[in-house]
């Protein structure tokens, strides 16, 4: 799960990188293009086969996908990486508010009365995300970090969807083969609206990576919840923020305000423990795509 969270990290360096050059259309685009090939040769050679019964489902888990991809190349583009990735993993609050407001719209009090710590936990989140927010206002950066906090909700909702695909009996290299699919074309049809960069080198290599190392972070992923203790590797994907911290500061010479950082803090603390608190209440997680 560390070599995921690190292969993640340096996929968001490559697209800092490939941003000051080509818009999110073209990189969610040719991301996904990478992917597929990539992922159909992990098919073949895994012997998976590529029917599926429940293309409807596959169609709603890429369109809700595509979106919080797209928001977190947004971000990335124009935030902190550190900021930018904290507000993306915010998907198990997220996932975990949900629960929250399940149980409130089917009036089971009672059940919310039990459900006090993880309201807790997500009461807390926020909080983080108002601290971590805060210095991009000053910098006039919200609007960006608003688009980072809708990655992390639409993460959420994919994750759902990801689970729901699981227990109906789709293999994971399907899944992401098909999300793949999902975000190339998205890509190709936001190009129609967004236009095309120039291709000019060596620019144009960072647009290899992103993929590459979006589908090696996937299968490390993926083995991670297939052979380690849930739990533990659902809370090790927060590596990838000190990663970010650690890239963002060397290479880009990212500053964040001591009111950031305790934002961040809060919010992997409230990610933790709101894991750790919903774990009897959802089935394991499924890997999550990037």
């Not at 983080?128 to 000053?138: A, K, M, Q, S």
């Not at 899944?175 to 998205?186: E, N």
């Not at 291709?199 to 979006?214: F, M, N, R, S, Y």
């Not at 590596?239 to 060397?250: R, Y």
């Amino acid at each position: 799960m560390v070599v995921a969270s690190l292969m993640f990290a340096l996929m968001s360096v490559c697209i800092k990188f490939a941003s000051a050059h080509f818009n999110v259309a073209e990189i969610v685009a040719w991301r996904g293009a990478i992917g597929i090939a990539f992922m159909a040769a992990w098919c073949r050679a895994q012997g998976v086969s590529v029917r599926t019964r429940v293309p409807m489902m596959h169609v709603w888990r890429s369109v809700v996908g595509v979106l919080s991809l797209a928001s977190w190349f947004y971000a990335i583009a124009h935030l902190p990486l550190a900021t930018a990735m904290t507000l993306n993993y915010m998907s198990g609050v997220w996932v975990a508010a949900f629960l929250v407001g399940g149980t409130l719209a089917m009036g089971r009090l009672q059940d919310l009365a039990r459900q006090g710590p993880i309201v807790l936990t997500v009461l807390a989140a926020f909080t983080g995300v108002v601290l971590l927010l805060r210095p991009t206002i000053e910098q006039n950066q919200l609007f960006a970090g608003l688009i980072g906090l809708l990655s992390g909700l639409g993460a959420a909702f994919a994750y759902l969807q990801v689970a729901a695909l699981g227990r109906v009996g789709e293999p994971e290299a399907r899944t992401v083969l098909y999300f793949s699919v999902g975000a190339t074309l998205a890509g190709f049809v936001g190009m129609a609206f967004t236009g095309t960069s120039p291709w000019t080198w060596p620019q144009a290599l960072w647009l290899l990576p992103i993929g590459v190392l979006a589908a090696l972070g996937q299968l490390a992923m993926t083995r991670a919840y297939t052979r380690g203790a849930t739990l533990v590797v659902a809370n090790l994907q927060y590596s990838g923020i000190v990663f970010a911290a650690l890239f963002g500061l060397w290479l880009f010479g990212d500053r964040i305000a001591p009111m950031g950082w305790a934002g961040m803090g809060i919010i992997v603390a409230s990610g933790i423990a709101a894991t750790v608190l919903r774990a009897r209440a959802l089935p394991n997680p499924p890997a999550e795509e990037h």
